[in-house]
């Protein structure tokens, strides 16, 4: 997955899965939810670009929510 600037996307339900998030500019930051409680997330990742960030989504279906300025890129470990 790749994109430039904020996106959400889901991931279904399956095998935990680990993913290698990275961006080269601004204060990205990454937050997983399950997708059916979106009121607090289970895991929040932030770091100051160039930036490599570990995220995992679990085994139920999760909503991930990608806050950047620029472009980054997500995929699997």
Do not use: C, K, N
């Not at 996106?7 to 399956?14: E, K, N």
């Not at 990742?45 to 570990?54: I, N, W």
């Amino acid at each position: 997955m790749t994109g430039s600037g904020p996106g959400v996307f889901a991931v279904p339900a399956g095998d935990e899965q680990d993913y290698r998030f990275t961006s080269e500019e601004g204060v990205p930051r990454v937050e997983v939810y399950d997708a059916d409680d979106l009121s607090s997330w289970h895991q929040f990742e932030y770091g100051t670009g160039p930036v490599e960030l570990d995220i995992t989504a679990g085994s139920s279906e999760q909503v991930i929510m990608v806050h950047a300025d620029g472009g980054w890129r997500m995929e699997p470990r």
